[in-house]
């Protein structure tokens, strides 16, 4: 997925600012499909000049762009009244853009994953952010980043009702190289967002210690909440962004990663056996066999963690909660500022606990998750899901604990089933090091510790679900 830079935004009222402004005349009068004057004009009708900032970002599945904005307030009437409505204003923006053609080096099956991940991420702004908001709850609408303009363009590659998660949709691309070329020109699709940064008080960073992971649970439990209960709210969720929310859903997957999923096990755990003591957990014998154990588990364990929309404990989920997509408020920043969330690309339906059990993960030494430090941190998230969906239902609403581990254990063996399929089937000690100071990357994917705890706690949760399949 994708994560946003910190980035400056200067001398405006964010509330003022539409997505539904119309474009300024000067938006208008180019035809140069590289100008980002229309894009820019949605956030800033009097958009006179603008240029790029630094290098971009540039990830698998999205660019981004820092984009210096040269505007006149006295074409809008958008700009506080301490702004001079006749000064030339400088202001910073982010835009995040997925263009098909950028792509055609994947699989169709993962090209397609990438083009529909935009489509529910323009979604989630402009359909479903508003829904959420409508409650007029001041804490989520200050934890979501306000996005001025969103839109895409997928005709001819993916129908606007087909499923999010139906991988086996044929390919459509042409094998003619100018045919190709034609049908993908235009493709894909954009979102205009606020911009972020120390200025601002916020930052990111990954690993994050328990204090900051919990405030990033705490912030993911009042999104969670916001859609708890609300089914008609959910089947729109469910209908439009996914019936099956998260980057690693089992049946959105390339096929190949469960396939491999055996040989891919003996080559991780052939590549670190032996490296120190913390790999000492590879030798033992159920351990030995958890790539098997795994692909054995893997259509049960995402059968259980995927619910319907109507299910009891069924919400909205985050569905790429790693400690970079996050946005945290820095130490001296105002103690009622919350953590920002990011990139909902992977938006949909699902146990909202899965986002904490990939969260953890993601973003936590395996020193902070001793000693009681995990259940610390899933005791925290379920205290304030507790509290956000009882203020807004009025009344007293509890998670059973032991509903809320069940959850939790499966969503962990889930999360390792991604990790081995996609990651470790290449994974050696010399990638983990070149990848440890990689803040995009989980933890247990360039930190041997964190690695090796993850795999000692899933074994254990694995043999939990084999009896229970047993029983």
């Known amino acids: 997925m994708f994560t946003l830079l910190a980035l400056l935004f200067t001398c405006q009222t964010a509330e003022g600012l539409s997505s539904s402004s119309l474009p300024s005349q000067a938006a208008k009068m180019t035809t140069d499909p590289n100008d980002l004057k229309p894009i820019l004009s949605h956030a800033l009708p009097g958009i006179i000049s603008y240029e790029h900032v630094g290098d971009g970002v540039k990830q ?77 709850d001041d804490m989520l609408r200050r934890q979501i980043p306000k996005c001025f303009h969103a839109t895409y363009d997928l005709s001819g590659l993916i129908e606007e009702d087909s499923l999010t998660t139906d991988a086996s949709q044929p390919s459509p691309l042409p094998e003619d190289e100018e045919q190709l070329n034609a049908l993908l020109a235009t493709k894909g699709g954009h979102m205009l967002l606020e911009s972020l940064s120390p200025s601002h008080g916020y930052y990111q960073d990954s690993p994050i210690t328990r204090k900051q992971s919990l405030a990033c649970l705490k912030a993911v439990a009042e999104l969670h909440a916001s859609a708890w209960g609300d089914k008609p709210l959910l089947k729109q969720i469910n209908d439009r962004l996914s019936s099956a929310g998260g980057s690693y859903y089992l049946q959105f997957r390339n096929p190949k990663e469960l396939q491999n999923m055996v040989f891919s096990w003996e080559l991780f ?39 319907k929309w109507d299910d009891e404990y069924a919400t909205l989920v985050h569905g790429d909660y790693k400690a970079m997509n996050v946005f945290l408020p820095s130490d001296d920043a105002a103690d009622d500022k919350p953590p920002i969330m990011i990139d909902f690309s992977c938006a949909g339906i699902g146990y909202g606990i899965s986002d904490v059990g990939m969260h953890i993960c993601h973003a936590n030494l395996a020193e902070d998750l001793e000693n009681g430090g995990e259940e610390e941190l899933l005791e925290g998230y379920l205290t304030a899901l507790e509290e956000a969906v009882s203020r807004r239902k009025g009344e007293s609403w509890t998670y059973p604990r032991d509903v809320a581990l069940r959850h939790y254990q499966l969503a962990c063996i889930d999360y390792l089933r991604f990790i081995l399929g996609r990651f470790w089937r290449t994974a050696t000690p010399e990638s983990f090091e070149k990848k440890k100071a990689s803040k995009n990357t989980t933890l247990i994917n360039r930190n041997v510790d964190a690695a090796m705890a993850f795999i000692e706690k899933v074994d254990k949760y694995l043999e939990v679900f084999e009896q229970e399949i047993k029983a």
């Open 60 to 136: 698998a599945n999205a660019e981004g762009s820092r984009i210096l904005s040269r505007h006149s307030s006295s074409l809008s009437e958008k700009y506080d009244d301490e702004c001079d409505k006749d000064a030339i204003l400088e202001t910073e923006l982010f835009l995040k853009r997925v263009a098909a053609k950028a792509y055609t080096h994947k699989s169709w099956t993962d090209m397609r994953r990438t083009l529909v991940y935009a489509r529910t991420e323009v979604r989630f702004y402009n359909e479903i952010v508003p829904l959420l908001l409508a409650s007029n």
């Open 269 to 307: 755990r052939g590549n670190f056996v032996g490296l120190n003591e913390k790999t000492k957990i590879l030798e033992k014998g159920s351990v030995v066999r958890l790539g098997q154990r795994v692909y054995d588990m893997a259509e049960y364990v995402s059968k259980e963690l995927t619910p």
